[in-house]
């Protein structure tokens, strides 16, 4: 669990433990999380050792009365995987308060437009293949009241945590990585050109890239001076994502691989490889 979401004071055994007693701080506040829109709208890719940062944007409702000020008291939204908020398997969520903008202020409420960012570390936050798919959202408060004056020979610390369940998903995918390769070079018009390739995607608990077998992968040409790549043939990814087919050699251009991606991985494309047709 992410440290603003938790109190900057409290130690990372103690508020996980915290989940599971009740809570020792104030009522849970009236707060409502709405209009969540994560990555706006776009799919979380992410590889093996760079830091993606998530944009979140949402809609935050407290009463008029709440004073949550980033420190002992804080708010905002985060990600999740898992059967439900008792049950959950990971959680992504910010390192440091939101920027919030008030929208409209009433005798009893203030609804304010946020801004937060997820900072994803695959090395320290995506553990294994399961990370990858539909995450769901929730919106959380915790506060901290410390009193460290041992003058009275006593101190003492109340922290509560809260978490709402809100509207919304987040598509978390491994990133995927693709090459090409065309053989021979140059080539005889009319002559069988090979091209080879492999597609591979991060594997979160080894730390590296890994084939991925038996998925389509799109052959495309563009021809020398053309603007745009036009589809050959479709390719099944075989073992360690190896990839190689034929193609007859008509005129100058360059050939890639390009991959759609599926529900788990996002989208690859191959840096070209341009063949000369004599």
Not at 103 to 117: D, F, G, I, L, R
Not at 137 to 156: L, Q
Not at 161 to 186: C, F, H, I, S
Not at 219 to 234: P, R
Request: net charge positive; charged share 20%.
């Amino acid at each position: 669990m992410r440290k603003y979401a938790i109190g900057a004071v409290v130690s990372g055994a103690l508020a996980l433990s915290a989940l599971a007693v009740p809570s020792a701080s104030a009522a849970t506040p009236d707060l409502s999380f709405s209009g969540v829109v994560v990555n706006n709208g776009k799919p979380i890719v992410v590889g093996t050792t760079k830091t993606v940062k998530v944009p979140v944007t949402y809609t935050f409702v407290r009463p008029a009365d709440l004073v949550v000020d980033g420190t002992k008291s804080v708010a905002g939204v985060l990600l999740y995987r898992g059967a439900s908020l008792s049950r959950q398997e990971n959680e992504l969520g910010p390192d440091d308060a939101p920027t919030c903008t008030t929208k409209a202020t009433t005798a009893t409420t203030v609804t304010q437009s946020c801004t937060e960012v997820i900072y994803v570390e695959p090395d320290e936050y995506l553990y294994e293949a399961a990370d990858a798919g539909t995450w769901k959202v929730a919106g959380f408060y915790s506060d901290t009241v410390v009193d460290n004056d041992d003058s009275d020979n006593h101190i003492s610390m109340q922290f509560g945590y809260d978490m709402w369940g809100v509207p919304g998903t987040a598509q978390v995918k491994r990133a995927a990585r693709l090459t090409a390769n065309a053989t021979p070079e140059p080539v005889k018009k009319g002559a069988t050109l090979t091209v080879k390739g492999a597609l591979t995607r991060a594997d979160w608990n080894s730390g590296k890239y890994a084939g991925y077998k038996g998925q389509s992968v799109v052959l495309q040409f563009k021809a020398k001076g053309a603007t745009a790549y036009k589809a050959v043939k479709t390719v099944t990814s075989g073992t360690a994502g190896a990839l190689s087919t034929t193609v007859k050699a008509s005129t100058d251009g360059t050939y890639r691989y390009a991959f759609a991606g599926t529900a788990t991985t996002g989208t690859a494309t191959a840096t070209g490889d341009y063949v000369d047709v004599r």
